[in-house]
């Protein structure tokens, strides 16, 4: 219980604000990286958005310096009818104004001039020309540029057999401002474009798109979202939006190009939090390896604090149920080291007072016995014995012989002049001597058997503890038993270097938690002390581990005593 209670205490302590922390930094971090990710996106877009302005920027720039040559301007103002080598020295003075190195730029590839009253120019459409306006009269760019009159028009060229951005203006004599006298136009590869959009990288999935002012495509990787969504975005400048396309969610940035054009990114949104994830998953992997990690700590910590006051608890629990044989190592420090240490000089204490107890008891014994002794003279009780025997003897009653001989070898080793240490010999004499009276008192209602290792014989032994074994399994065992009572006494040595005794009788069976309850607690009732003393005199003198037990085997009480072998 108490290590239950350490241990959820660490984890209070420590698991839960881990754990809280964990999950407030990987919400933080994955938000913080999100906006980044949409914030670098929006910077790589702008960037994107700037290059291809300029491109736009140059081309206008080349459209309005080309408006206003004075070649063109001298030229494409004069009316009337031109000879062929007039017309001719005119294309090519204004070829060669258009076509100057300081003039033309790699930014955009054509430039062509469409003359509003020269029907004798050329009649076929060519890249970096001149020629008439009969040429492209019916294109409906053209018609566009007229009708905007005087204004940028953009819009996507495929005149030339390859995709290009034009943009077209109406030019006006510059001496007179209502007449018009030209339609100039100013072309660049879309590859150009593609070159920009290239560099662009928003994200593996990522798709890039232009459109027009209408929310026509102008520049696509994939057409098939331009035209749902490309009006939507029509109404601002720039921003974001989120859509759904195929069950994917997708992030749509954009702005506005420098001709009016929108520049839109598409970026799948799980792509684009994919760092924040990744991030958030590896805050969350250092998190659970921490929580491990103090785990870990926590259940060496509640270990190492609770393991010493559960050892005690343990050893005291033993101490309650009267074991002080013990001592227990002091080999922790502090607090803890001071209870042990408090503990075993409790228990030595209890130890000594317990010895004083029970030489106190003996001297009070043998007080007694030596009152006794005082009250009868042990030569008057044998000689009157003797006298018994002789007169049994002799009036052939060889029965009361025989209990006048067990009698007196009875008494003889009881007295033992005030010793209570004998040998095993001598305490089996004491037992066959009883039993020589109990066979004749009971009329041989049972016998008895010995079975004792001769190697034995010699060790010594506290006296009479055999003998109420014997007592007792006569008195519950075969007194009232029905039929033939027997009575086997064993004596050897064990593989642990111990003497063994063991009393077994056939008789009644003995109730062994009734017997259990004599030799653990304390009995007043004389019917039990026999075994009580008998327990407690070879627990006193040999030490806990040494004692009386009882078992049933085969129909059987065994009463068992073990003892040291000591010579």
Partial sequence: MLYKKILLSYILIIVIPLIMVAAITGNVTSRYINEKAKETSYQTLNQANKNISKMLENMKNALLYVSMNKELQYYLSRSGVETPFNVSREIIAIRDSILLPKIFNENYSSIEIFALHKDQYLTRLEQNDVMSSKVVENK????????????????????????????????????NFTKPIAVISVDMDMSKIASIISDIDLGKSSKIYIIDDKGKPVYSEDNSYLYKYGLKMYGNNSGNSLITVNGNKMMVIYNTLQNGWKLIGMVSLDELNEKARVIRNLIYITALLSLATASLISLYFSHSISYPIIELASEMKKAENGDFNMHIGEKWSGEIGVLYSSFNYMIKKINELIHEVYLSKIKEKDAELKALQAQINPHFLYNTLDSINWIAI???IPEISKIVNSLTSILRYSINKGN???????????VESYIIIQKIRFKDKFEADFNIDKRILPYKTIKLILQPLVENAIIHGIESYEGKGEILINGYLSEEGNIIFEVINNGNLIDLDLVNDILNTPADDRENYGIKNVNERIKLYYGNQYGLNYQIMNSRTIASITIPAVL
């Fill in 140 to 175: 409906e760019w053209y018609k566009k540029t007229l009708e905007i009159n005087g204004k940028l028009f953009w819009y996507v060229n495929n005149d030339f057999g390859k995709q290009m951005i034009s943009v077209s203006r109406l030019v006006f004599d510059v001496k």
């Fill in 420 to 430: 209570d240490i004998s040998t095993v010999e001598k305490e089996i004499n004491h």
């Fill in 394 to 396: 002799e009036h052939k």
